[in-house]
């Protein structure tokens, strides 16, 4: 295309270039379309994520396997054993282990993506591309993460049809992925809101470290949501959006579970709130966080 | 005429050196405390050293201001410039890694920066791996990575090792194999920064030569960052100088490292004046003078002979004390390394000490050279190092009518001896 110099002016200049760097962008715009060019990267990433983890290790992915079994059965051992807490008529086993699965999903989304900019200092530094790609492949990372576990929850629950425990196969199975999204999303949301702050506030790091933690006994992992029926502290349990998600969970697998429409409307509200909030403070941050990270 | 490819409107980049917001809350509510009680910020402190400081004054570095270029395709634009001259500040607003506070970038093509080679090499993975992702992170398609993967291999020449975990590889084959990623990348606009300073000869030549094809036979700009002036001359057509976050000279690539290296030159001359102690120098030695002059006529030529001078004060009694000289050009090739024997039976006195070298005529080549400075103890220990120290510039004198700058590191005064002797054709 010829460019004759009768015609460069301000229409003809919007149109001959690729790119416009500017200071400023709107706020909302995500670029999403530039994150679908980058697909193959995204694609890679997950790759990388998965393969560099269980470089010269000799057991491999089956770790995957072996940290949900332990901790497992150390909750059969503390909350079973010695507390002694109900798990609303559901094999304890299989409760405890679809509990820490969906967990796992949750807190290890929320805990890598919260890394983002930190641990990316240094190629975010290098090359542009669109910043969304590392997020958004951590969540899918974690998603084959959580297809072995649950693989290993089905494994387990078809032990168990043999040993007087029958599956509950229900149409509520078709539902699950769209838990799993919900908790994707929330861990997303999260995420970025906590990996764009750390830019300047390093304690966050520090602080997520243990709410992640603490935040597993204020979800109902170890024990089931009705056991606190009539207690004063329910209410505060049932606030937590994570709430709902796995009781719902819990309900689709095994049929028992405490959780009203209305309570996961909120779960799914606050999703969108977070995502919302989260891309906002996050596409401001990538601009110039190597300025101050 | 070719087409702009960049075009850079009013660019500046600024940062904060104190201000809320930079650091811990601890910090912010710490400067805002101090805010209250009507005290200087106590966290600027910190900036005041900073060379730029003194024209932004305090709270605020202009890394650049007001930039205005224009690059046409198939350039190959060399940046030049100081350290802190914001060499690195623009590669990073036109890669896209930071975006500028005032101004635009208009970028037609596909950029690819090479600020780094190697980003996002994971150790762990193969080099297989690696070039899949960080030529996907380079902005490459998957496909377009399997169609050049061979040539990359083969560019690197790391066959043998391409299923080896990459932390395993020689510094020398990583480099090899991350630039061999980055040079295929087939963008329409390269940004390279510094590589060539890693890899031996040879593959720094390749590099080289690998620039050149791209910004030369298929049409493509190429922006390249360097110190290395013989670099920039080899690869580069135009050359931006810059200086203090602005642009000092655009032009064409000779005349701009000749105009880099003149400005340099300000300082062919030093003279203390004033306390001793402020002198450049440590403990040991405090320079007081240093002078280059020529010994015949105003300005240094080929045919003039040099003069230095150097007057230093010793603190440092009954040493054996020596000062060395080293000379390097402009392509940083050292001419020659010579020292003086100040005293040689440990019996250097506290007091100031005047060396005087010269040089005769016909040594040096027109063109510019610095001197660093070393004085020793012993002929053995560093008492006090300055690298680069004075910078001069040997102007050309044309011989007969040959004008321009006669290639080679030095000019010597060679004797030639000639016969002749007719018939030789009837002898055969």
């Known amino acids: ?293 | 005429m070719s087409e702009k490819v960049i075009k850079v409107e009013n660019l500046s980049k600024q940062y904060r050196l104190g201000d809320i917001g930079t650091g811990t809350i601890s910090h912010d509510l710490n400067r805002w405390w101090y805010n209250v009680r009507g005290l200087e910020d106590p966290y600027l402190k910190i900036g005041e050293e900073n060379d730029r400081t003194t024209r932004g004054i305090n709270k605020y570095i202009w890394a650049l201001q007001d930039i205005n270029f224009e690059i046409k395709e198939g350039e190959a634009v060399g940046i030049i410039g100081r350290n802190g001259a914001g060499k690195s500040t623009l590669l990073k607003l036109l890669s896209r890694t930071t975006t500028p506070t005032k101004g635009k970038i208009k970028i037609k093509g596909k950029v690819a920066s090479l600020l780094e080679v190697g980003t996002g090499f994971h150790p762990d993975l193969s080099g297989r791996e690696n070039v899949f992702l960080n030529g996907a992170i380079l902005g490459m398609r998957k496909q377009e990575i399997k169609n050049k993967f061979d040539e990359i291999v083969d560019f690197a020449g790391v066959e043998r090792y391409i299923d080896t975990p990459v932390k395993r590889y020689s510094s020398g084959m990583y480099v090899r194999l991350a630039f061999g990623v980055a040079a295929h990348l087939d963008p329409d606009i390269l940004i390279v920064d510094e590589v060539l300073a890693v890899g031996d000869a040879e593959f720094q030549k390749k590099c080289l030569g690998k620039m050149k094809d791209v910004s030369g036979r298929q049409g493509r700009t190429v922006i390249f960052v360097s110190h290395n002036m013989a670099a920039v001359k080899k690869l580069c057509t135009v050359g931006i100088v810059m200086r203090f976050g602005k642009i000092d000279f655009n032009g064409e690539v000779q005349t701009a490292i000749n105009y880099y290296q003149k400005d340099q030159n300000i300082n062919s001359r030093f003279e203390h004046f004033g306390e001793v102690i402020k002198a450049p120098g440590n403990e040991n030695i405090r320079i007081l003078k240093f002078t280059v002059s020529p010994l015949k006529g105003e300005t240094i030529t080929v045919s003039s002979g040099i003069e230095f001078e150097i007057a230093f004060y010793n603190n440092k009694a009954n040493i054996n004390l020596d000062v060395t000289f080293e000379l390097k050009n402009s392509d940083e090739v050292v001419i020659f390394h010579h020292g003086k024997i100040v005293s040689n039976s440990k019996d250097a006195k506290l007091g100031l000490y005047t060396v005087k070298g010269r040089l005769t005529p016909f040594v040096l080549n027109a063109g510019n050279y610095q001197f660093t400075l070393i004085f020793g103890e012993d002929q053995r220990y560093s008492l006090f190092t300055i690298a680069d120290f004075i910078q001069f510039e040997v102007m050309n004198e044309s011989i007969g009518s040959n004008s321009s700058i006669l290639p080679g590191i030095i000019r010597l005064p060679i004797e030639y001896e000639q016969s002749f002797q007719a018939d030789i054709a009837n002898v055969i």
């Open chain 1, 1 to 293: 295309m010829e460019v004759t110099a009768q015609e460069s002016g301000q229409e003809k200049d919007a149109e001959t270039w690729t790119e416009v760097i500017t200071p400023r962008t709107n706020l909302l715009d995500l670029r999403l379309g530039e994150v679908w060019k980058y697909r193959d990267l995204l694609w890679l990433f997950v790759r990388r994520d998965f393969i560099a983890q269980y470089k010269q290790t000799i057991l491999g992915p089956i770790w995957h396997l072996i940290q949900p079994l332990f901790t497992t059965l150390i909750f059969l051992f503390l909350f079973g054993r010695i507390a002694n807490i109900p798990t609303d008529g559901i094999q304890p086993t299989l409760f405890y282990m679809s509990g820490i699965t969906i967990w796992n999903y949750f807190s290890a989304c929320l805990t890598s993506t919260s890394n983002t900019f930190l641990s990316n200092a240094n190629i975010f530094g290098k090359v542009y591309f669109p910043r969304l790609v590392l997020p958004i492949s951590i969540i899918l990372s974690n998603i084959v993460r959580f297809g072995i576990q649950f693989g290993l929850l089905i494994v387990m629950m078809i032990w168990f049809q043999f040993h007087g425990y029958p599956i509950h196969l229900t149409i509520y199975w078709f539902f699950i992925p769209l838990l799993v999204v919900l908790m994707a999303g929330i861990g997303l949301g999260l995420g970025i809101i906590i990996s764009s702050l750390t830019t300047k506030y390093r304690d966050l790091v520090i602080l997520l470290g243990f709410a992640v933690q603490l935040g597993m006994y204020a979800t109902p992992i170890a024990y089931p949501l009705s056991f606190l029926q009539n207690r004063g502290y329910a209410r505060l349990i049932a606030a937590n959006p994570l709430s709902p998600v796995v009781e719902c969970f819990k309900y689709c697998l095994f049929g028992k579970g405490t959780f009203t429409l209305g309570s996961l409307t909120y779960s799914v509200t606050f999703m969108f709130v977070v995502l919302f909030l989260g891309s906002i403070i996050f596409n401001k941050v990538e601009k110039n966080f190597m300025d101050t990270v």
